[in-house]
């Protein structure tokens, strides 16, 4: 069998398959994120380790089969620096970072942003690497003086197992490859400001790379040395080979913690429009990738509003109840990550925003409208990706908010097209699986390897209210775009007035 792993941002997901796409056991345990008030967010190297060694035995023992490869997935972005042995510097540094906020506005300001994105098709936002190590560098340059690689978390466990320092494509691809040749792109790097630690970044391994346990790796997972180990690709790209995305137009939609619209393509074409934003992956397979638009939004808003009203997701499907497209006049700016926005545009004073409540909204109508707008989010990410590649093929969609029947529905009804649900949770580990059965040689079926799926279409009746009900939604970010950038204005000449006081 072959052991998937993927460590997402709060989870860390083990399964094991059988040659024919089975799951044969299954683990999970989640994982610490310290989050704190000015912003920053960081997880512990050795708490993911110990994450991965648990729900590895875990399905071993479990499955009691000899283990093929343990095939490595999980998170991508974020900042985390190793020393020479693959132990962290410093706290990993989480994708939902705000640290380099302030950063990241000045680059927009000053046209990095699109010099970096005209070069590798990436917009920069405050948790990828290019800003966080730039704010290392202002507050504590001795942690990258002490590091030996600058990396994401999936190739830290890969290092960690292996001995052996590499990075998949597609981590890589964030943000200063140049996905087409799959090299970084050193004028990307310099624009950034960060020539000076190149060095710290490893050289992406070429498609098929299979790696080995070591001594270290075995005592971890349990496993005999020298067990084949894949590291890659990270979860977006991962989830996509896992729900079988095959020919250029396939599209997938991940309503997990954030929201991710990928569409498949075997070009790399230069988006036309000025704003710099989604990004350009590496998959696997040389001359394929992906265009995603990965927002900030998504079921952690959900999360936030059903606590806030004292309820559990096991009461989204009664609360929707009763409620109808339109949401009873109430929408929803569902921005409510502190680091702001990075797609379908990356702002990073974003905020979230519920308008049109009155003494007869009912708590449904507040949660549809949060659940509608994370649905138009959706739409907006696919228009913006489909100025470079557009789905015209089968649209595909996964993760916890899918699995929500009523919420998946209204997706269908937002986007207008028929969405395929796979009843397996797990693309990202069954990903993971797929490309490590092919880097060892192995030619699958994608049907038999394909999870079973249910198809959910489009209420013609819902279709007139939500086309209108996004014209709003577009309209609303359009004037919350403006007010933000207007309110950031007034606070610039506020601290003018009192640093001259």
Do not use: N
Not at 87 to 104: E, H, Q, T
Not at 213 to 238: Q, Y
Not at 368 to 394: D, K
Request: hydrophobic fraction near 40%.
């Amino acid at each position: 069998m072959i052991v998937g792993v993927d460590v997402g941002t709060s989870m860390t997901k083990a399964d094991a398959y059988d040659e024919d796409g089975r799951k044969l056991a299954s683990a999970e345990r989640a994982s610490r994120l310290e989050q704190y008030p000015d912003g920053r967010v960081e997880q512990d190297l050795e708490d993911v380790v110990a994450s991965v060694a648990d729900v590895v035995r875990r399905v071993v023992a479990e499955a009691d089969r000899p283990v093929r490869a343990l095939a490595l997935t999980g998170q991508g972005d974020g900042l985390w620096l190793r020393d020479a042995d693959g132990f962290a510097v410093r706290p990993p540094i989480s994708w939902l970072d705000d640290r380099g906020a302030d950063i990241v506005r000045g680059w927009q300001d000053d046209g990095t942003v699109d010099e970096v994105y005209r070069r590798t098709g990436v917009g920069l936002f405050p948790g990828c690497h290019a800003p966080l190590l730039v704010a290392l560098g202002r507050d504590e340059p001795e942690s990258l003086e002490r590091a030996a690689v600058a990396g994401y978390c999936v190739d830290a466990l890969v290092q960690r197992l292996t001995g052996v320092v590499t990075v998949d494509a597609s981590d890589a691809s964030l943000p200063f490859l140049d996905v087409a040749a799959r090299r970084y792109d050193d004028a990307a790097i310099a624009a950034c400001g960060l020539t000076d630690r190149r060095h710290l970044l490893a050289e992406p391994a070429p498609p098929g790379t299979v790696l080995a346990l070591d001594r270290r790796g075995a005592e971890i997972t349990g496993l005999p040395e020298g067990t084949p180990v894949t590291g890659g690709p990270f979860d977006l790209p991962a989830c996509a080979v896992g729900a079988g995305l095959s020919a250029p137009g396939d599209g997938l939609l991940i309503v997990g913690t954030t929201l991710a619209c990928e569409v498949f393509t075997d070009t790399v074409e230069p988006d036309a429009r000025p704003e710099a934003a989604g990004m350009w992956l590496c998959t696997p397979e040389p001359g394929r990738w992906l265009r995603a638009m990965p927002a900030m939004v998504g079921t952690a808003g959900l999360d936030w509003l059903l606590e806030f009203m004292g309820v559990g997701i096991d009461a989204l499907g009664e609360l929707l109840d009763g409620t109808v497209p339109g949401a009873g006049g109430v929408s929803a700016l569902p921005f409510l990550a502190a680091s702001g926005e990075r797609a379908p545009f990356v702002d990073t004073r974003a905020r979230g925003q519920i308008e049109g409540i009155t003494l007869s909204t009912g708590r449904g109508d507040v949660v549809r409208a949060v659940c509608e707008g994370i649905a138009y989010t959706a739409r907006h990410c696919f228009e913006r990706a489909a100025s470079s590649a557009g789905v015209e093929g089968r649209l595909v969609a996964c993760g916890g908010g899918a699995r929500s029947g009523p919420w998946a529905q209204i997706f269908a009804d937002v986007l207008d097209r028929p969405l395929t649900v796979p009843d397996d949770p797990g693309l990202g580990t069954r990903g993971a699986a797929v490309t490590a059965a092919r880097a060892l040689g192995d030619d699958l079926d994608p049907g038999t390897w394909a999870a079973p799926s249910r198809t959910i279409e489009p209420c013609p009746q819902a279709r007139v209210a939500y086309a209108d009900g996004y014209l709003r939604y577009r309209a609303h970010v359009d004037t919350a775009r403006d007010f933000w950038a207007r309110q950031a204005q007034g606070f610039r000449r506020d601290d003018a007035v009192l640093a001259s006081a």
